[in-house]
């Protein structure tokens, strides 16, 4: 998993929240091996207003060359997350990014975030663009 303590505590700036998934997403090519200069990443995005409790999240994908992370914009005091049973904080500005298909739970429901899958290209070659971004 990959995280980005660049970002100053309480930002929601959007802007420097895709700078910080460029990095992210780069930190984690070097990690698995995987050629930028082969592979064109997108970024599509959902707005997550709450979470259950009760249940386990499975992130879906493929698993690597696919991504999934979440850009935190609200939370409780004291919120976190599992993500493979690996603590997660969860914070105004917090950012994560992991290898698609793990088991996410959370500790709070009034959560408040930007979930976001991080793709190749031609992982989506059959998908509506307008929905995708290139990095």
């Known amino acids: 998993m990959f995280y980005s303590d660049l970002l100053p505590t ?6 420097y929240a895709h700078k910080e998934i460029l990095f992210l997403l ?31 999240y499975d992130t879906g994908g493929v698993k690597i060359p696919c991504f999934y ?8 005091d004291g919120a976190h997350m599992l993500v493979d049973n690996v603590i997660c904080k969860i914070y105004p500005g917090a950012l994560y990014l992991w290898e698609s298909g793990k088991r996410i739970t959370y500790s709070h429901k009034d959560i408040a975030m930007l979930g976001f899958n991080v793709v190749p290209k031609a992982m989506i070659k059959n998908q509506d663009m307008d929905l995708w971004t290139e990095l």
């Open 10 to 15: 309480g930002s929601t700036d959007i802007n």
């Open 26 to 56: 780069e930190e984690a090519c070097r990690y698995y091996d995987l050629s930028r200069k082969h592979l064109t990443f997108y970024v599509s995005h959902e707005q997550i207003t709450s979470v259950r409790t009760d249940v386990w």
């Open 69 to 76: 992370g979440v850009y935190v914009l609200s939370s409780e």
